[in-house]
């Protein structure tokens, strides 16, 4: 009888048990030697580099340790990839992997590798799949509230003006500015959307990003667009709390020009792609206005520019890199005037920033992540993802984790898969390959991608096209498709969709936060997504710290 590791076990705690009830005599007792598996009975898992590998990360968290004691950061980062859900971390891991010549599988992001980790629920008050505004808005303020509503609790009505009086929210960015903290927003996409317009905006529509988009009721009644907001960021958050004196936010870089320039094409930028850049209506300039209220602070538009700032002296820095969102990582190189990076614009930040001896709290957005998956373009979206590691390596370079708590999460995921049964190491982007070496074939003999969309636009192949947004112009192509000579490791290669829309849309499931730093052992579980705000406040005592200022 062969006897197995189970057999050997049940046999050796019958004999413990039959000697704890036997003896020679009424004063002596036999105790067993306890049951122990040597490592050379199990010498195949030892000598298993996954197995060592296992071993070595249990004795490193044993050995973690965080401190959590409130106030124990001076600074907090926080980055949100927008739409930057599991399956998008796990292929863009993988393809950041395949492009360094790996098989992909192994490799990490930079923020993999952090100490701690959870998952985040991202529902909105009012909707199972959520949007950016209702998202972040309970990121940075702490409060879950309804679909397209900006720095607003959930009891407005989206859309009417008249409802935010007394439902405004005070974001961790406000916060961190009454207590004297220097502040900074960076964002891929245009800074008055919805995401970075969070964290310093009060609207009843996401869409009102200036004030040609408002409806004419809430423009005569004088309420603010959310360019407006940005540039007098200082004097409306200083009319909120009687008696308070702040200095405004430090550093803002992204995209969205047009939305604060007149439509004018007189206030035209160098690298305009419109014959009319601005959309304002109401002939305000706010570049202007915002270099009227900071003239000692800088303004920039292009790469030359972004350069030429000094961090160790600069004060306050207004970045606008292009008339709307920036562009795609993978696009970046075609922009007319040069645009800075993710991990750039990072970099700089912090550079400046923490001039500051009372710390600082920065929020960096990798927007064009969401973008790429609604233009079907999974290339797009992975590109910017691993653009945003690259961002999140330089912080965590930058700083120490002795004083300085560290988030990545996202607002909400994308009904995008991984999908087949592809071999290790097959392209990510790439056709299904079998572990057998042949390619797959679906029931309808066509071959298939390993990524794909539950729905959206569909199909494309663009080639060597590197601007997601390309896919726009192009007729809805959804369901399956021929792909046998279509090279889908191209750029321009759009995924097939199953339902066809016009864009690919938002998904309901958790996503990912991933920490480091002060307080960053309070990110485990699963937890609302309002909960971050609240490590982020604990760690670095925000209200403490602003209440102490405001005396």
Same mark, same amino acid.
């Given at each position: 009888?062969k006897l197995?590791t189970q057999?050997?076990l049940?046999?050796a705690?019958t004999?413990?048990?039959?000697?704890?009830? +036997?003896?020679?005599?009424?004063s002596d007792?036999?105790?067993?030697?306890?049951?122990?598996?040597?490592?050379a009975?199990i010498a195949?898992n030892?000598?298993?580099?996954?197995y060592?590998?296992?071993?070595?990360?249990v004795?490193?968290?044993?050995?973690r340790t965080?401190d959590?004691h409130?106030?124990?950061?001076?600074?907090?980062?926080?980055?949100?990839?927008?739409?930057?859900?599991?399956s998008?971390?796990?292929?863009?891991? @993988?393809l950041?992997?395949?492009?360094?010549g790996?098989?992909?599988?192994?490799?990490?992001?930079s923020?993999?590798?952090?100490?701690?980790?959870?998952?985040?629920k991202?529902?909105?008050v009012d909707?199972q799949?959520?949007?950016?505004?209702?998202?972040?808005t309970?990121?940075i303020?702490?409060?879950?509230?309804?679909v !397209?509503?900006?720095?607003?609790?959930?009891? @407005?009505?989206r859309?009417d003006?008249?409802?935010?009086?007394?439902?405004?929210?005070?974001?961790?960015?406000e916060?961190?500015? @009454?207590?004297?903290m220097?502040? !900074?927003v960076? +964002?891929?996409?245009r800074?008055?959307?919805?995401?970075?317009?969070?964290?310093?905006?009060? +609207?009843?529509?996401?869409?009102?990003?200036?004030?040609?988009d408002?409806?004419?009721?809430?423009?005569?009644?004088?309420?603010?667009?959310?360019?407006?907001q940005?540039?007098?960021?200082?004097h409306?958050?200083?009319?909120? @709390?009687s008696g308070?004196?702040?200095?405004?936010l430090?550093?803002?870089m992204?995209?969205g020009?047009?939305?604060?320039?007149p439509?004018d094409?007189?206030?035209?930028?160098?690298?305009?792609?419109?014959?009319?850049?601005?959309?304002?209506?109401?002939?305000?300039?706010?570049?202007?206005?915002w270099?009227?209220?900071?003239?000692?602070g800088?303004?920039?538009?292009?790469?030359?520019?972004?350069?030429?700032?000094d961090?160790?002296?600069?004060?306050?820095?207004?970045?606008?890199?292009?008339?709307?969102?920036?562009?795609?990582?993978?696009d970046?190189?075609n922009?007319?005037a040069?645009?800075?990076?993710?991990?750039?614009?990072t970099?700089?930040?912090?550079?400046?920033?923490d001039?500051?001896?009372?710390?600082?709290?920065l929020?960096?957005e990798?927007?064009?992540?969401d973008?790429?998956?609604?233009a079907?373009?999974?290339?797009?979206?992975l590109?910017d993802?691993?653009?945003?590691?690259?961002?999140v390596a330089k912080a965590?370079?930058?700083? +120490?984790?002795?004083?300085?708590?560290?988030l990545?999460?996202?607002?909400?995921?994308?009904?995008?898969t991984?999908?087949?049964?592809?071999?290790?190491g097959?392209?990510?982007?790439?056709?299904?390959?079998?572990?057998?070496g042949e390619?797959a074939?679906?029931?309808?003999?066509l071959?298939?991608?390993?990524?794909g969309?539950?729905?959206?636009? !569909?199909f494309q192949?663009? !080639?060597?096209?590197?601007?997601?947004?390309?896919s726009?112009?192009q007729?809805?192509?959804?369901?399956?498709?021929?792909?046998?000579d279509?090279?889908t490791?191209a750029?321009?290669?759009?995924?097939?969709?199953?339902?066809?829309?016009?864009?690919?849309?938002?998904?309901?499931?958790?996503?990912?936060?991933y920490?480091?730093g002060?307080?960053?052992q309070?990110?485990?579980g699963?937890?609302?997504?309002?909960?971050?705000f609240?490590v982020?406040?604990?760690?670095?005592?925000?209200?403490?710290?602003a209440?102490q200022?405001?005396?």
């Amino acid at each position: 009888m062969k006897l197995t590791t189970q057999s050997l076990l049940a046999l050796a705690i019958t004999a413990a048990l039959a000697g704890c009830n +036997s003896s020679d005599n009424d004063s002596d007792t036999v105790t067993p030697e306890p049951f122990r598996v040597a490592k050379a009975d199990i010498a195949t898992n030892t000598s298993n580099p996954y197995y060592q590998a296992g071993e070595s990360n249990v004795a490193a968290a044993k050995a973690r340790t965080a401190d959590n004691h409130r106030g124990a950061a001076k600074n907090v980062i926080l980055f949100v990839g927008d739409g930057m859900g599991i399956s998008t971390v796990t292929a863009a891991r @993988i393809l950041d992997g395949q492009m360094k010549g790996g098989l992909g599988e192994e490799n990490n992001l930079s923020f993999d590798s952090f100490p701690y980790s959870g998952l985040v629920k991202t529902y909105n008050v009012d909707a199972q799949t959520p949007d950016s505004a209702g998202t972040m808005t309970a990121l940075i303020s702490g409060v879950k509230t309804d679909v !397209g509503v900006i720095g607003v609790d959930e009891d @407005i009505i989206r859309g009417d003006y008249a409802t935010v009086a007394g439902n405004e929210l005070m974001s961790a960015v406000e916060m961190a500015e @009454i207590a004297g903290m220097s502040t !900074g927003v960076v +964002s891929t996409a245009r800074i008055t959307h919805a995401t970075p317009a969070a964290t310093y905006a009060k +609207s009843a529509d996401r869409n009102w990003e200036d004030v040609s988009d408002m409806p004419q009721d809430a423009v005569d009644a004088g309420f603010p667009d959310i360019a407006d907001q940005l540039v007098k960021f200082e004097h409306y958050l200083e009319s909120r @709390i009687s008696g308070l004196d702040v200095d405004g936010l430090d550093v803002v870089m992204g995209g969205g020009r047009r939305h604060f320039l007149p439509k004018d094409a007189s206030a035209n930028s160098a690298d305009a792609r419109s014959s009319v850049e601005g959309d304002r209506t109401d002939d305000r300039n706010l570049v202007s206005e915002w270099q009227a209220k900071y003239p000692q602070g800088t303004y920039v538009m292009d790469k030359s520019g972004f350069d030429a700032i000094d961090a160790a002296t600069a004060t306050k820095v207004f970045g606008l890199f292009n008339e709307s969102h920036m562009q795609y990582e993978a696009d970046r190189g075609n922009d007319i005037a040069g645009e800075p990076s993710l991990a750039e614009m990072t970099a700089k930040a912090i550079d400046i920033l923490d001039n500051n001896d009372k710390g600082y709290f920065l929020v960096v957005e990798a927007g064009r992540i969401d973008h790429g998956h609604h233009a079907g373009s999974a290339y797009g979206a992975l590109t910017d993802t691993i653009e945003m590691s690259e961002a999140v390596a330089k912080a965590a370079e930058m700083t +120490s984790d002795s004083d300085t708590l560290i988030l990545v999460t996202a607002d909400h995921s994308h009904v995008f898969t991984i999908a087949g049964y592809p071999k290790r190491g097959n392209p990510i982007l790439g056709k299904v390959v079998g572990v057998d070496g042949e390619q797959a074939t679906a029931s309808d003999g066509l071959p298939y991608t390993t990524l794909g969309y539950t729905n959206g636009r !569909g199909f494309q192949d663009l !080639g060597e096209e590197t601007n997601a947004d390309a896919s726009y112009d192009q007729a809805i192509n959804a369901g399956r498709h021929d792909l046998t000579d279509v090279d889908t490791t191209a750029p321009g290669y759009h995924q097939e969709a199953l339902v066809p829309r016009s864009s690919e849309t938002h998904a309901a499931e958790d996503v990912g936060v991933y920490a480091r730093g002060p307080g960053a052992q309070l990110v485990t579980g699963t937890n609302e997504q309002s909960y971050l705000f609240h490590v982020m406040e604990h760690a670095a005592d925000l209200s403490g710290r602003a209440e102490q200022a405001l005396k």
